[in-house]
């Protein structure tokens, strides 16, 4: 059963985009360029980035968010698994992904595919739910009782995924999230 296409009509009224402040602040907005926001869903983030970039783009793998998507102005929308993104390497200047990384089938090879498409002098932001904390844990369970195919991880194993040479990571956390904060040294 594929849950974002059955949910995607009411998941914009269930999940109710946060302020972007935060997000703005981390991913170090606005910037010259592309921003992706990968795993975007139906845009209710990337909705609140335009005007943050030249241009925003939300890939996912769900026909049906990005139909909903599709009623926000300002997204360049494309299907598309984050293991494997249609895009050149060295393409995005900024890359948001929020409260999706849990649920790719692959997270390292999503990884190395974010890593790919990032440009030089780009940041790479993952927020994740923090599975340190007792409420986020029972989340999990939640997801794994609806037979969903989440995997949450440690920020710290998430920053471990980006041991590349031209890599500076950082982790920040507040409340319930962890933004797993991934540099590419630039040119």
Same mark, same amino acid.
């Given at each position: 059963?594929?849950?974002?296409?059955?949910?995607?009509?009411?998941?914009?009224?269930?999940?109710?985009?946060?302020?972007? %402040?935060?997000?703005? &602040?981390?991913?170090?907005?606005?910037?010259? =360029?592309?921003? *992706?926001?990968?795993?975007?869903?139906?845009? $209710?983030?990337?909705?609140?980035?335009?005007?943050?970039?030249?241009?925003?783009?939300?890939?996912?793998?769900?026909?049906?968010?990005?139909?909903?998507?599709?009623?926000?102005?300002?997204?360049?929308?494309?299907?598309?698994?984050?293991?494997?993104?249609?895009?050149?390497?060295?393409?995005?200047?900024?890359?948001?992904?929020?409260?999706?990384?849990?649920?790719?089938?692959?997270?390292? %090879?999503?990884?190395? &595919?974010?890593?790919?498409?990032?440009?030089? =002098?780009?940041? *790479?932001?993952?927020?994740?739910?923090?599975? $340190?904390?007792?409420?986020?844990?029972?989340?999990?369970?939640?997801?794994?009782?609806?037979?969903?195919?989440?995997?949450?991880?440690?920020?710290?194993?998430?920053?471990?995924?980006?041991?590349?040479?031209?890599?500076?990571?950082?982790?920040?956390?507040?409340?319930?999230?962890?933004?797993?904060?991934?540099?590419?040294?630039?040119?």
């Amino acid at each position: 059963m594929d849950h974002f296409n059955f949910l995607a009509p009411w998941y914009d009224r269930i999940i109710q985009p946060k302020d972007p %402040q935060k997000l703005i &602040e981390i991913a170090d907005l606005p910037v010259m =360029g592309t921003i *992706l926001d990968a795993g975007g869903g139906t845009g $209710r983030i990337a909705q609140l980035l335009t005007g943050q970039a030249q241009r925003v783009v939300v890939s996912d793998p769900s026909f049906g968010m990005l139909q909903q998507a599709r009623a926000k102005a300002g997204l360049d929308l494309i299907c598309s698994h984050a293991e494997n993104l249609s895009f050149p390497s060295n393409f995005f200047a900024r890359i948001v992904m929020v409260d999706a990384f849990h649920h790719v089938s692959d997270q390292m %090879q999503s990884a190395r &595919e974010l890593w790919r498409v990032l440009l030089p =002098g780009g940041r *790479l932001v993952i927020e994740e739910p923090d599975i $340190r904390l007792l409420s986020i844990k029972l989340v999990a369970i939640a997801e794994k009782l609806a037979l969903m195919r989440s995997h949450f991880m440690n920020p710290n194993i998430i920053a471990q995924l980006f041991t590349y040479t031209d890599a500076r990571t950082r982790i920040e956390s507040e409340d319930h999230n962890a933004w797993i904060i991934v540099d590419k040294s630039g040119d």
